[in-house]
């Protein structure tokens, strides 16, 4: 199950332009960067705190340690094992 929302997590990210990756934790949530212009970053926060894959349940969405880089760090996006 959690390799479908990482998959659909990483279709929805290709799908806006960003970069970055997205891993499942020993604890059940998902972690990851997301890098890209702001506004498509905000629609991916967005995607990820109400949306998600169809057969995910969220019970919250944490973004943290956001800042402003002037070039990407991370050129694609991937599933981390």
Not at 35 to 61: E, F, T, Y
Request: aromatic share 8%; glycine share 8%; charged share 25%.
């Amino acid at each position: 199950m959690f390799a479908l929302i990482l998959m659909y997590t990483e279709d929805q990210a290709r799908s806006l332009g960003l970069s970055g990756w997205v891993k499942n934790t020993r604890q059940g949530t998902v972690i990851g960067q997301i890098q890209g212009p702001a506004d498509r970053v905000n629609d991916m926060k967005h995607w990820l705190k109400n949306v998600g894959s169809p057969s995910s349940r969220i019970d919250r969405a944490v973004f943290s340690n956001e800042r402003d880089i002037s070039k990407l760090e991370i050129l694609n996006f991937s599933t981390r094992y």
